[in-house]
């Protein structure tokens, strides 16, 4: 499929398209492009009834536009108005699902939310991690006796504490916790640690 460079100018966007962006949308369209420019062609009507409509990569063309882009990527199609609307819906629905699991195993928190993941979906991504850390059926139950901290809590906090008897342990968990960026728990080793003698 030949990729053509066409003036903006001479682009016409579909007066149907359902799509809008949000300020948020546009400023991560914007690093996109800024970072690896259209790695992604606008695609574009060649029919000579619908001569140089969009059909997919209006807000693209949108955010180019307002940087200062005179020219874009274009592919062309051959398409009847009726097969375009298609087209145009499908395009903008038929993008499959995340891999939940893959997403959290690979990328961070930090990364996802740089590359345009909002706050709400972060929040489903992340929020059962700690059920996936495996359980060791061979750990020893600790029997020392019970240590009162004597922490302020406030329920509004929603404070989580975590208790470590083991710095290998403590170390580990460091390692995955570093996903959260440290917003999941207050970690209280040191403090455990003085009153059990690293117990």
Known sequence: ???????????????????????????????????????????VND????????????????????????????????L???QERELNIRLNRNTGEWDLESL???FTKNELDNWGFDDEELAVLFKNMSKSIP???????????EIDLELDYDPADKMVIIVFYDETKY??????????????????????????DGR
């Open 1 to 43: 499929m030949e990729i053509k460079n066409i003036p903006i100018t001479s682009l016409n966007p579909a007066e149907y398209n359902p799509r809008v962006l949000t300020d948020e949308q546009k400023d991560n369209i914007k690093d996109s492009l800024t970072n690896f420019g259209f790695v992604n062609p606008i695609v």
């Open 47 to 78: 029919n000579p009834n619908r001569k140089n409509i969009l059909i997919g990569g209006h807000q693209r063309l949108k955010v180019a536009q307002e940087m200062g882009y005179t020219e874009v990527p274009v592919v062309y199609v051959n």
């Open 80 to 82: 009847s108005e009726e």
């Open 104 to 106: 959290t195993e690979h």
């Open 135 to 145: 359980k060791d059926n061979n750990e020893e139950s600790f029997e020392g006796e």
């Open 171 to 196: 170390n580990d968990y460091k390692k995955w916790q570093s996903q959260y960026d440290g917003e999941e728990a207050d970690l209280i080793y040191d403090a455990v640690k003085q009153y059990t």
